[in-house]
């Protein structure tokens, strides 16, 4: 069965780095576009970027351009969130999440349970 | 200030029928298609509608999804007690982002 497992969340100061982890399993990996998206506490969801099957095309909010890098390791399934130069605002339960294309249908299908970055001094 | 607009609230007695609406632009829902995420309390989203009116496997026929121009709506016919959850639209806009509407938080009367 498809498996999202988020990880490397914890406390961090203002202005410092993080890399969060997604280690997928149960589906072929390297075929599918992945999410990361992200909630701050008590609010909604909010999307943070995608990146493509062979990792060659990125996007992201603008909330996050220029400061998030997004990459993948497809020979060990597993998909990276670079944060740099964090905020408060970053606060937030990260989640990672598959994308499927179909005909003209793009969604997320399946989520991680996610992993909490709180930033704070 | 999210670019899709949702209630932010809404509520229904068990069997009702409660629709949650989901406003956007010609920029976003007017070209794409809109999909329906249900987070229970304490757990990840859930992926409920996708293009707009399609019911992935194992959710219950009475959850569905429409579109017309600029906007969307989720229905839930006969509301049970355990569709108590925030819901979510999403798209795609013109830019190739990512779009999520603010939530509606349903509560079960």
């Known amino acids: 069965q498809v498996q999202l497992v988020e990880s490397g969340g914890g406390v961090v100061q203002p202005g410092m780095s993080l890399r969060l982890s997604c280690a997928a399993s149960?589906?072929?990996?390297?075929?599918?576009?992945m999410h990361w998206v992200r909630q701050a506490p008590g609010k909604g969801l909010e999307w943070v970027g995608v990146?493509?099957?062979?990792?060659?095309?990125?996007y992201y909010a603008d909330s996050v351009q220029g400061r998030f890098t997004i990459s993948r390791d497809n020979s060990g399934n597993t998909l990276y969130l670079q944060l740099n130069n964090l905020r408060g605002e970053d606060t937030a339960l990260y989640f990672c999440?598959?994308?499927?294309?179909?005909?003209?249908?793009?969604?997320?299908?399946?989520w991680g349970q996610g992993t909490l970055l709180t930033v704070s001094s | 200030q999210s670019v899709l607009t949702q209630p932010p609230s809404a509520s229904g007695t068990p069997g009702q029928r409660v629709t949650i609406s989901c406003s956007g632009s010609?920029?976003?829902?007017?070209?794409?298609?809109v999909n329906w995420y249900q987070q229970l309390p304490g757990t990840a989203p859930k992926l409920l509608i996708f293009?707009?009116?399609r019911r992935p496997s194992g959710v219950p026929a009475r959850f569905s999804g429409s579109k017309s121009g600029t906007s969307a709506s989720l229905v839930i016919s006969g509301l049970q007690s355990e569709d108590e959850a925030d819901y979510y639209c999403?798209?795609?806009?013109?830019?190739?982002?990512?779009?999520f509407g603010g939530g509606t938080k349903l509560t079960v009367l």
């Open positions: 999440a598959r994308d499927v294309k179909v005909d003209n249908s793009d969604y997320a299908d399946y």
């Open positions: 149960g589906f072929i990996f390297s075929k599918y576009a």
């Open positions: 990146i493509a099957f062979d990792g060659s095309i990125k």
């Open positions: 010609s920029s976003n829902i007017g070209r794409n298609t």
């Open positions: 293009n707009d009116n």
């Open positions: 999403a798209t795609w806009d013109d830019s190739l982002k990512g779009v």
